[in-house]
């Protein structure tokens, strides 16, 4: 391999994009050929990835994979930066693929470092750059939850996406038999209380025993400083902010809300109905629920801002 200049690096890097090292290491692939490292670069989906990369990714899709018989699931989200590429059948298909072969990792840096499923030459960082090239827009694994039944237990975990692909659901439900966690009652019963987790958007919390103390504390603090109870006595007071408290954490707990097929009946409540008709004793366990950008400060942009942007980066 030719040795290349630093300068010859840098006429490279701006032309192309790409990182120092991968210009570097196109160069000397290239014996130091400018033009053939550069084409070099878009073979192997360097050159737009790297340009495109750190442009805000708040589009995307939320999928879900849920394997071994309800026993293993999965949750992901991959962001990009307009809905324009969100809806391309490349994007979803890479999703979806995604969430099939994250139920073996337990986070994204992990996942990136894995071969592909689909080509085991390239690793799923690479083909994400491939893809990304092929685009023209950045593109990330943003987060993943994985929830696998312990061995030995008994129980099902199941999964429900609303909104094509914007607000995703990951539940763990236990059970302590077998026929209990193969029964149809008990897999719509998973299912159901993952529609309605995707339905609460400001319930955290299984129950309120999972609360952490100084978020009751805090709330407390909030309800102790308010001006209506400022002149009552102390006793009253405590009362009266003790009930506010007990009404806001219930407000954050899955198992307090009214259930959304049957708002006569708390989530609870239908948790026991199942139980009594299973002769099983039956546990939310857990639940995970992504929105798709939450939380990243979006850049708005028109469709037609969309298809120029598209089209310019071709």
Known sequence: MAEVSAKLVQELRQKTGAGMMDCKKALKENDGDLEKASEWLRQKGISKADKAAGKVTAEGLVDTSVKQDGRVGVLVEVNCQTDFVARNEAFKALVQNLAKQAVSVDSPEELLNQPYI???????????????????????????????????????????????????????????????????????????????????????????????????????????????????????????????????????????????????????ELVKQASSKLGDTIEVKRFVRFILGEGIEKQEMSFADEVAAQIGAK
């Open 118 to 268: 689909e080509n085991e030459e390239l690793t799923v960082d690479q083909t994400i750059k491939q893809l990304v090239a092929q685009l023209g827009e950045n593109m990330q694994v943003r987060r993943l939850a994985n929830f696998t039944l312990p061995e030995g237990t008994q129980g099902a975990v199941d999964s429900y996406i609303h909104t094509g692909g914007r607000v995703g659901v990951l539940v763990e439900l236990d059970c302590q038999n077998t026929a209990t966690a193969s029964s149809e009652e008990f897999k719509t019963l998973a299912r159901n209380i993952a529609m309605q987790v995707a339905a609460c958007p400001n319930v955290e919390y299984v129950n309120v025993e999972q609360i952490p103390a100084e978020i009751a504390a805090k709330e407390k603090e909030i309800e102790m400083g308010r001006d209506d109870i400022a002149n009552k006595p102390d006793n009253i007071k405590e009362k009266i902010v003790q009930g506010r408290i007990d009404k806001r954490l219930k407000e954050m707990t899955l198992i307090d809300q009214p259930y959304i097929r049957d708002q006569s009946i708390t989530v609870e």
